[in-house]
């Protein structure tokens, strides 16, 4: 089967996922979407089989079009997505699912009740690295996880309308629910703004789990170092995810700390061990992303990260929130029956 789909949102990320949509095989990019016409101009001549529309209801109204895939500014991803599965498509909608955590669910429980994919781009849940290390995680080769931490750092763009949290929060907090497999019960955050008032341009977050394992952020994009690393540390094994590593991707330390039975546990030694680099397949993220969607349209199943998946980050990204404006007082997140 051939997935048709149409991409909203034309400006600086939708242009990624229309290439990648349209280079899949089984993939036929119908539609290209932006409230601009100048935008549009600039994509034609690349799609020449595309149907170019400053009017989203085209989309809508297609009764030949399996999927939409929004590309829009964050504020409306709810409101676009809600339309997309009320005209029965399939949607993928860019991180984060929405702004608000009632939104969030309602488009999960939408996607559910109308038997539509609904697909976040949580694009590092997909990234090879990730997957390795959720490998290493469930094999039990770490050992048990103690913690784990996620640094993502730039001298970057500066965004007006959203702070460092939710700009740069779902790619580590996506990665943190999936690998510890848990829903967090407790978030706290700390922040300040120095370049806009009320836009945190430096955060720190930190999410408990009910295992104990505590997950913890640094998101800034004001910072010397451009840094995009994963660190989790087991009882037997430790692994870093360094993003800007072009061949040296994971690294998997055998170190650990060992209990000194002669002195009944009293003090602990270290282990130092062998350092392992894995090979990790160099397939562009991205495109792993549109193919797991066009595949999950396809054969009808629930990609990994679903609608429920874009809830929980987005509940993590709004309980952090309060705690942020309240100086890091922790929030406690409710538990699913
Ligand atoms: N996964 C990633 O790594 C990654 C990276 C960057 C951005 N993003 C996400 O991608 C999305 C888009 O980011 P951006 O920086 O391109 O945003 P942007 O605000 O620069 O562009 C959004 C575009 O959507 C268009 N638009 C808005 N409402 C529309 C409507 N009703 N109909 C048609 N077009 C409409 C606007 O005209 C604009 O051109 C955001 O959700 C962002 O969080 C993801």
Known sequence: MSVRLGVVGMNYWGPNLARNFDRLPSCELAWCCDLSTALLDRH???????TFTTRYEDL???DELDAIVIATSVPTHAALARMALDARKHTFVEKPLALEVADARALA??????????????????????????????????GRIFYLYGNRLNLGIVRPDENALWSLGPHDISVMLWLVGERPVEVSATGE????????????????????????????????????????????????????????????????PVPRTETYGEYIQVRSGDIHIPKIAGTEPLRIVCEEFVSSVAEGRRPVADGHAGAAVVEVLDAMGKSLVNQGTPVALAQAT
């Open 44 to 50: 034609r001549a690349s799609y020449p089989a595309t």
């Open 60 to 62: 809508l109204a297609d």
């Open 109 to 142: 429980a939408l996607a559910d009740e109308r038997q539509r994919v609904l697909m976040v781009d949580h694009l590092l849940v997909y990234h090879p690295a990730i997957q390795a290390m959720k490998q290493l995680i469930d094999s039990g080769s770490l």
């Open 193 to 256: 703004s120095y370049l806009q008032p009320d836009v945190e341009d430096v955060v720190f977050g930190r999410i408990r789990f009910p295992s104990g394992v505590i997950g913890h952020l640094h998101l800034s994009w004001l910072d010397p170092h451009k840094m995009r690393r994963m660190t989790v540390i087991g009882s037997e094994k430790m692994v870093v995810f360094d993003d800007m590593e072009t061949e040296r991707k994971v690294t998997v330390y055998d170190k650990g």
